[in-house]
């Protein structure tokens, strides 16, 4: 088994087909997403290959260290974090081909109007171990 992350971004992906914003969906649209995202979960759940998901908020805030006794900067919240990541879920299953297959399926959520919104997912493997020093690709 490969455990695999579905990246759901707000914007900054291709345009998907339905590419309405959730926050011009009506409360029954909505509903009907969040309904189709739980129950993807739940079937794979019981197929053992759901490891975990959540929805992120659109805000956020970049942090980095300041040296030695001082205290962490900060420098936002940004507005391009809305760009960034939606959401995740980690997968855990025998194939690539079956990781495109599940991402494929989550893609096909209903968005605006009840149609499929056909978005893009960022399908990314985790690392199996920890590359060497050599392998790193940003040395």
């Known amino acids: 088994m490969a455990k695999y992350l ?8 291709p345009a ?5 914003p959730m926050d011009k969906w009506t409360p029954e649209e909505i509903s009907a997403h969040l309904r189709y995202m739980n129950e993807f979960a739940a079937r794979l759940e019981k197929t053992g290959e759901f490891v975990d998901g959540q929805a992120l908020a659109p805000e956020g805030t ?13 420098d936002g919240p940004f507005a391009e974090t809305k760009d ?3 959401g995740w879920m980690v997968i ?10 599940l ?4 893609s096909a959520a209903p968005g605006a109007g009840g149609k499929p919104i056909h978005e893009w997912l ?5 690392l199996a171990a920890t590359p060497t020093i050599t392998e790193c690709p940003h040395r």
Do not use: C, M, Q, W
């Open 6 to 13: 579905l990246l759901k971004h707000y914007r900054g992906a």
């Open 16 to 20: 998907a087909v339905n590419d309405v």
């Open 62 to 74: 970049f942090v980095r260290y300041d040296g030695e006794g001082r205290p962490p900067v900060t």
């Open 84 to 86: 960034l990541i939606a």
């Open 92 to 101: 855990d299953v025998d194939s690539y081909e079956r990781a495109i297959e």
């Open 103 to 106: 991402a494929g399926e989550l």
């Open 122 to 126: 960022e399908v990314r493997p985790f």
